[in-house]
């Protein structure tokens, strides 16, 4: 294989994409770029199912524990890490793996960003206003309501990623995926797309065991060490959100874990419906991992 190229392991949450993309980098002796929006802060672990103190051994990874939990990172933040990273990969190799769950990044990666049409300061302020009045329940429905295209396959659970839909959407009468549609970044080098998927109550079952798993672990203690910097975009986030109001007095314990559940499983839908609208994504089980890299050789 002489020619520059990124296999992108994509897939829901829990389907398996860490230990996938390890093997696969393991057999070609090259690194990973971790594409998840939340792995990359180090404050966080447990909690963002990150690749454990050992599979972080066995391959070099890019973007996980690169950032902190105050820095404001976005696709175009990890559009030109991930670009870097693959240039210096590629001073050593001849290909490098790609792989998490965030739809976005993957594309920003793949092909760069779209150019939004200008919003202004009084509609975005309006609606931030009201965001921080009635939250982030009021939020989603807003968003539900104006823009159920977005609502339907982006991370409804991202203020500012819903906030970002909403200005959008008021702004030009719209969906903001109206213009998510713009040309390709051309990249120097081949980009082969493969996804992993399960059938949907094994991919359930994985989701509710790995939250269980992560109580044990002490993803409680996790998010109790983080209550003062609540209020952070990285912090709105499936398993901190609603540990958040357990330890608020919103909730009992048993129901933030019940919504961590239903709110992980429901992310995992929206990432199907997003990885799915790619027609160059070919599909394989996680475990089939010869399948995948007699794709990658061939």
């Given at each position: ?126 609606i931030t206003a009201q965001y921080e009045r009635a939250g982030l329940a009021w939020l ?116 933030a874990i019940d919504q961590i559940k239903t709110n992980t499983r429901q992310y995992a ?30």
């Amino acid at each position: 294989m002489t020619e520059k190229t990124c296999v992108i392991i994509a897939g829901p949450t829990a389907v398996g994409k860490t230990a996938a993309a390890i093997a696969v980098a393991r057999h070609f002796n090259t690194a990973v770029i971790s594409a998840d929006s939340r792995q990359c802060f180090k404050e966080m672990t447990i909690g963002v199912a990150k690749p454990s103190h050992s599979e972080l051994q066995q391959v070099h990874h890019y973007f996980i524990n690169s950032h902190s939990i105050h820095d404001d990172v976005n696709a175009a933040v990890f559009e030109q890490y991930a670009l870097q990273a693959a240039d210096e990969i590629f001073q050593q190799h001849d290909l490098a793996v790609v792989t998490g769950g965030t739809g976005l990044y993957i594309k920003a990666f793949c092909e760069g960003l779209d150019d939004m049409p200008p919003v202004s300061i009084n509609i975005r302020q309006a609606i931030t206003a009201q965001y921080e009045r009635a939250g982030l329940a009021w939020l989603q429905q807003q968003v539900q309501e104006q823009d159920p295209l977005y609502y339907a396959t982006g991370e409804v659970q991202n203020p500012q990623r819903l906030i970002r839909a909403l200005e959008v959407k008021q702004a030009t009468g719209e969906s903001i995926r109206t213009f998510q549609q713009g040309k390709k970044a051309a990249r120097p080098f081949r980009i082969i797309k493969l996804g992993l998927e399960l059938p949907k109550p094994e991919l359930h079952a994985r989701i509710n065991t790995r939250v269980d798993q992560m109580m044990e672990q002490g993803l409680l203690n996790e998010v109790k060490q983080l209550v003062p910097y609540k209020q952070l975009n990285a912090l709105q986030t499936v398993g901190y959100s609603e540990l958040f109001e357990y330890l608020d007095g919103k909730i009992t314990l048993q129901q933030a874990i019940d919504q961590i559940k239903t709110n992980t499983r429901q992310y995992a839908k929206r990432q199907m419906t997003w990885f799915k609208r790619d027609a160059n994504m070919q599909w394989f089980s996680p475990d089939a991992v010869e399948n995948i890299v007699e794709k990658v050789v061939n």
